[in-house]
Nanobody, 114 residues
Framework: QVQFVESGGGLVQPGGSLTLSCVAS????????MGWYRQAPGKQRELVAS???????NYADSVKGRFTLSRDRIKNTLYLRMNMLKLEDTAVYYCNRPTREDHWGQGTQVTVSS
């Protein structure tokens, strides 16, 4: 059974940092492209960072240079390190496989506020 469990969100001030975690089960993250998504209130869910099975990363312009995606193959876990957070980064963050986008988890709320 494919499952994603996200955690690590919280309330942070502008300029702060957070690291999100996503524990995946039911498949091997080593052989799939993986991604982090976010959905802000009133907006569509968007892909902000992805990592191919070959190790190539790609970031949305809005987070480039601030967010870093990594993968722990032993723990079957995906991480998103977020630095220099901005108000507009406030959203619920999810992980998934960009080629499937199914079995969505509950997400983790990130709120950037002063």
């Amino acid at each position: 059974q494919v499952q994603f469990v996200e955690s690590g969100g919280g309330l942070v001030q502008p300029g702060g940092s957070l690291t999100l975690s996503c524990v995946a089960s039911g498949f091997d993250v080593r052989i799939w492209d993986m991604g982090w998504y976010r959905q802000a209130p009133g907006k569509q869910r968007e892909l902000v960072a992805s990592l191919s099975s070959a190790g190539r990363s790609n970031y949305a312009d809005s987070v480039k240079g601030r967010f870093t995606l990594s993968r722990d193959r032993i723990k079957n876990t995906l991480y998103l390190r977020m630095n220099m957070l901005k108000l507009e980064d406030t959203a619920v963050y999810y992980c998934n496989r960009p080629t499937r986008e199914d079995h969505w988890g509950q997400g983790t709320q990130v709120t950037v506020s002063s």
